[in-house]
């Protein structure tokens, strides 16, 4: 005679194997390591709560690309006025995303777990990082393009041009990026898919947003760590300082630079 913990038991082995192949699958997987099936085994509100994720993923990435796209290429607002509009308008994306899930997001503004030790070694990291991204962009752009770029140039023709570049380039993006992208896109990725995918797929998001082709080779594996870190540390702090670290690096050289060229 069955009992109910057998009946318990046999549901949990049969949870644990493929629907496909029939072979033993890791916990919570949602595909099979083997043959590569999917395992269909949510319930009709997990699967209407999945496609919300997918919806809001695609919403936010689109609505994030127009933004950049349009106050990037098009002439008319290549001003620093509308550049502040720009990275306001991102910002509210990004607040207005992570506040519609707040009860998903929410435990991300915790820091459990903190190590001093930790922190400074993601930014040492970051910072011998942007170096080396910084030599291996301007070595590209003077072999293939015969010129150099600088995010600081814009800046600094204005009053307080330092101080505005400073926090345009390094203490906007590492905020609402985080916020954005490892904070709410994360998050909704997790509920579609695995942790390796949802991690992967963050960092090319991250990596089109910015819209440089050149910048690719490494903005992919910068936005795939910032990834990995979140959902290992279970906090965006982490990956938000490592974000300001790499990209103050970044422009304190320019600024360093466009002094010594005068």
């Not at 496909?20 to 916990?27: E, H, M």
């Not at 330092?162 to 906007?172: C, D, G, L, Q």
Request: aromatic share 18%; glycine share 6%; with cysteine.
């Amino acid at each position: 005679m069955s009992t109910g913990r057998d009946d318990l038991h046999t549901d949990e082995i049969v949870l644990s194997t493929c629907i496909g192949c029939g072979l033993p699958l890791t916990t919570g997987s949602k595909f099979c390591g083997h043959c590569g099936q999917g395992q269909n085994i949510e319930d009709p509100g997990q699967s209407e709560r999945k496609w919300q994720s997918v919806r809001q993923v695609f919403i936010f990435f689109i609505i994030c690309s127009i933004i950049c796209c349009v106050f990037s290429f098009v002439d008319y607002f290549q001003t620093l006025t509308w550049s502040i509009v720009a990275d306001g308008l991102f910002a509210s994306l990004s607040v207005t995303f992570f506040v519609l899930n707040w009860h998903r997001c929410r435990s991300l503004l915790l820091w459990p777990n903190f190590s001093w030790k930790r922190l400074l070694v993601y930014c040492s990291i970051a910072i011998a990082c942007s170096f080396l991204v910084g030599f291996m962009v301007d070595w590209l752009n003077k072999s293939l393009f015969s010129k150099t770029f600088s995010y600081y140039y814009f800046y600094s023709r204005y009053r307080y041009g330092k101080e505005m570049a400073i926090f345009f380039i390094a203490v906007m993006p590492a905020l609402f990026e985080e916020l954005g992208f490892r904070g709410f896109l994360v998050t909704k990725l997790l509920d579609i898919t695995e942790e390796k995918q949802a991690i992967l797929i963050s960092g090319f998001l991250f990596a089109i947003m910015h819209r440089s082709m050149l910048s690719l080779f490494w903005l992919i594996p910068f936005g795939i760590w910032l990834g990995y870190i979140r959902v290992k540390q279970n906090t965006i702090w982490y990956g938000l300082c490592i974000h300001f670290c790499f990209n103050f690096t970044a422009c304190v050289v320019e600024i360093l630079q466009s002094a010594h060229y005068r």
